[in-house]
């Protein structure tokens, strides 16, 4: 029973840990989600939406006019990660590269994510 009970906390630790994989650390990102209002109205962009492993990112208040045109569709862009995330919950700033991008419903898994590119150090 105890080996059951062991097999069980390390199945669940490692997909956990993979699941949350991409980040490694404030710095450069590839992002692909989509942004959306939150219940406050504040802009937040999602990937992995409707997921076990969705994370929300709060937008830097001086990029948020930069992102206003793109509420509600879907989007890829290079950020930075600034700040230590909480969780599943970050702040981006210093978007470049918005770009639209073309979902796909047939693997909502692999459709949005966030891929790392560069290490920075995070802002205190």
């Known amino acids: 029973m105890n080996k059951l009970l062991i097999l069980i906390l ?3 630790f490692s997909l956990s840990a993979m699941a949350f994989g991409e980040f490694k650390g404030c ?3 590839y ?10 109205k ?3 962009y ?10 929300s990112f709060s937008i830097a208040d001086e990029e948020r006019s930069t992102l206003a045109a793109y509420l509600d569709k879907p989007t890829a862009f290079i950020a930075t990660i600034y700040k230590p995330m909480d969780g599943t ?9 918005i770009q639209m991008r ?10 949005s994510y966030i891929e790392f590119k560069s290490k920075k150090d995070c802002e205190k």
Do not use: C, H
């Open 10 to 12: 390390f199945s669940s």
């Open 27 to 29: 710095g450069e990102y």
């Open 31 to 40: 992002f692909a989600g989509r942004l959306v209002k939150n219940a406050n």
């Open 42 to 44: 504040d802009l937040v």
């Open 46 to 55: 999602l990937v992995k939406e409707r997921t076990n492993s969705q994370m």
């Open 89 to 97: 919950k970050g702040v981006i700033k210093k978007i470049t590269q």
């Open 102 to 111: 073309m979902p796909d419903p047939l693997n909502p898994k692999t459709d």
